[in-house]
């Protein structure tokens, strides 16, 4: 998104992604995920609200963060079908 330049925050990322998708008809808005290290539910429920497709817990360790980078990679280039 362009218009985007910094984001503090998810919270606020989710906020205007849910707006411009509303202002633009046009566009194709894929919708985010969350990548966080709150287990809140007041957050959880917060992240999907605003439109988030996944929340995902961030690894404590390094390895973990590793293997979550690599499950996300596999899951774009394996599974996910893109248009033309």
Wanted: charged share 25%; aromatic share 10%; net charge positive.
């Amino acid at each position: 998104m362009r218009v985007l330049k910094k984001v503090t925050s998810s919270k606020n990322y989710l906020n205007l992604s849910k707006t411009y998708r509303r202002l633009s008809r046009r566009t194709i808005f894929l919708r985010p995920w969350v990548l966080t290290t709150s287990k809140a539910e007041e957050d959880i429920f917060h992240s999907y609200a605003l439109g988030a497709s996944s929340l995902i817990t961030k690894p404590v360790s390094l390895e973990g963060l590793v293997e979550l980078m690599k499950a996300m990679g596999q899951y774009w280039i394996e599974f996910v079908e893109l248009p033309s």
